[in-house]
C-alpha cells in the first residue's frame, strides 16, 4: 500500500487545518447550520485533497463527519449534526498532531533525496541565518593552530549582489548540487535571468544587495518587476541590506509575501540586516 504523506510544507498544512477547525465554533450561530457543515466538510475535504498524496484521508474525513438527517424528528437531526460537528473537531485535532509528530513525512529515498517541504525548510533556514554564516565564517576568532589568518579574512567584504550570490550559492550548492547559478531562461521576446535555480525543486532565489545610491522605493521596485516576471512555483527574494536602507523590516517581508493562490507562485521574502560585513 502506498504511503500517505504530505506533499505540502507541514507548517501550511497545520495553519489551514486549524483555520477550518475554528470556523466550527461559529457554525451554530449561521440560520441554516446544517447547509454552512456541508459547504464546511466539501471546503476541508478539499484542502486535505491539496494536502495528502492520496485521497485516503478526505475521505476519511468525510466518513466520520456524516449526517443522517432524520426527517421525522428534527430533535434526534440536531443531535446527529452535533454529533458530526465534535467528530470533525477531533479528527481536525488528530489530524494536526500526527503532521507535527511527523507521521505524514515524506519517505526519503534510498539515495538520501530531499523532498519538496524538506528542501523549503532548508533554504528558509539559509536564508534566515545567512548572518551567522557571515560571522562564523569571516568575523569570529580564528583557531591558534588554524592556517586561515584573521587578517586574510578580514580582507572578504561585502560589495554588492554578486559578492552575495557567491556566498549563498556556495552554502547551497553542497545540499541541492544541481543548483544553477545565473541561470537564463529564454522567454523569446524577453529573456530572464535568475540569480539561483533550484530547478528539481522548481525553485528561485533573487538576490538583492543595497548600495549607498540606492533608495527603498528603487529596491521596491526591483523586487516587484522580478515578483512579476520570474517564472518558478516557489520564489525567495532575498535583500542583503549592507547600507541599512529598510525602515521597518517586517513590514517590507510582508508586502512582497504571496500565496500561490493568489499570484501563481508562492513568494516569501527575507531580509538580512544584523551584520556588518
Known amino acids: 500500500m502506498t504511503k ?43 484542502i486535505l485533497e491539496e494536502t495528502f498524496s492520496t485521497r485516503s484521508i478526505s475521505r476519511d474525513f468525510l466518513t466520520e463527519t456524516n449526517v443522517f438527517i432524520n426527517k421525522f424528528s428534527e430533535a434526534e437531526s440536531d443531535k446527529n449534526l452535533k454529533a458530526a460537528i465534535n467528530n470533525g473537531k477531533s479528527y481536525l485535532h488528530r489530524l494536526n498532531s500526527d503532521i507535527q509528530s511527523g507521521k505524514y513525512a515524506p519517505e526519503e529515498n534510498k ?83 535568475y540569480d539561483i535555480v533550484i530547478a528539481e525543486y522548481d525553485i528561485v532565489i533573487e538576490v538583492k544587495c543595497t548600495r549607498e545610491n540606492m533608495t527603498e522605493r528603487k529596491l521596491t521596485e526591483e523586487l516587484g518587476s522580478d515578483s512579476f516576471h520570474y517564472k518558478a512555483n516557489h520564489l525567495f527574494l532575498f535583500v542583503f541590506d549592507r547600507v541599512k536602507l529598510i525602515k521597518n523590516l517586517d513590514a517590507f517581508e510582508r508586502s512582497f509575501n504571496r500565496k500561490k493562490t493568489d499570484v501563481g507562485k508562492e513568494i516569501e521574502t527575507f531580509v538580512i540586516q544584523e551584520v556588518s560585513f
Open 4 to 46: 500517505n504523506t504530505l506533499i505540502i510544507d507541514p507548517t501550511v498544512a497545520m495553519h489551514k487545518i486549524n483555520t477550518k477547525k475554528e470556523e466550527l465554533e461559529q457554525l451554530n450561530s449561521q440560520k441554516n447550520p446544517y447547509n454552512e457543515f456541508g459547504n464546511w466538510r466539501h471546503a476541508v475535504s478539499g
Open 111 to 193: 539515495d538520501n533525496s530531499i523532498g519538496k517541504s524538506t528542501a523549503l525548510i532548508i533554504i528558509r533556514r539559509i536564508l534566515r541565518n545567512f548572518h551567522k554564516h557571515i560571522d562564523a565564517m569571516y568575523q569570529s576568532e580564528v583557531h591558534g593552530s588554524g592556517k586561515i589568518a584573521k587578517v586574510d579574512l578580514d580582507k572578504i567584504k561585502i560589495g554588492n549582489e554578486y559578492d552575495v550570490q557567491r556566498i549563498l550559492y556556495a552554502l547551497i550548492r553542497p545540499i541541492f548540487p544541481e543548483a544553477r547559478l545565473e541561470a537564463v531562461d529564454d522567454a523569446g521576446y524577453n529573456s530572464v535571468r
